[in-house]
């Protein structure tokens, strides 16, 4: 019993708690650096329609400051970067975290491939996505850095923030 309240107590200790419950477990959260703090992310994509005619539903989760940071616009693309919808955000977000927003006419097909990722105003696209088909729904993706980054002078883009 005393090795057990040893053990606890070097625990508390070093995660810094003042009391500790039977439920409460003691493995550290990974950290996340300031740069990955700055990025936003897709956290849900929905499309429903038809065909050639979708309509996207986009969860955004963003740190969102107000118009000198915030989640501008989230997209479609093709695996090999081709843009095909883009919806502008035409301002930030700062209480609405998540949010969905929808979007299209999203002219695919059920099974075709496509990403769905976030662009922030002050640091760029996220390399934090979604990947997959209508058909058989989506999922998170990595992206890498420089994945269709040529894309951020596409029009359309924003305009001037709201707020």
């Known amino acids: 019993m005393i090795k057990i309240l040893m053990i606890l107590t070097l625990a508390i200790s070093i995660k810094g708690c003042s009391s500790i419950t039977n439920s409460q477990t003691l493995i550290s959260e990974p950290t996340v650096s300031s740069k990955e703090n700055t990025k936003a992310q897709i956290t849900n994509v929905n499309a429903t329609g038809e065909p050639n005619n979708y309509t996207?539903?986009?969860?955004?989760?963003?740190?969102?400051?107000?118009?000198?940071?915030?989640?501008?616009?989230?997209?479609?693309?093709?695996?090999?970067?081709?843009?095909?919808?883009?919806?502008?955000?035409?301002?930030?977000?700062?209480?609405?975290?998540?949010?969905?927003?929808?979007?299209?006419?999203v002219a695919i097909l059920p099974d075709q491939e496509v990403i769905v990722r976030v662009h922030m105003s002050d640091t760029g696209y996220s390399a934090?996505?979604?990947?997959?088909?209508?058909?058989?729904?989506?999922?998170?993706?990595?992206?890498?850095?420089?994945?269709g980054t040529d894309l951020e002078t596409v029009e359309p883009l924003p305009g001037d923030c709201a707020f």
Do not use: K, M
């Open 56 to 105: 996207f539903a986009v969860t955004v989760s963003s740190p969102d400051t107000g118009c000198d940071r915030y989640a501008n616009w989230w997209e479609v693309v093709t695996p090999e970067g081709e843009l095909i919808y883009r919806r502008v955000l035409l301002h930030s977000h700062v209480n609405e975290q998540p949010f969905q927003r929808t979007g299209g006419v």
């Open 128 to 147: 934090l996505a979604q990947q997959g088909t209508v058909a058989s729904r989506f999922a998170a993706t990595t992206l890498s850095p420089d994945f």
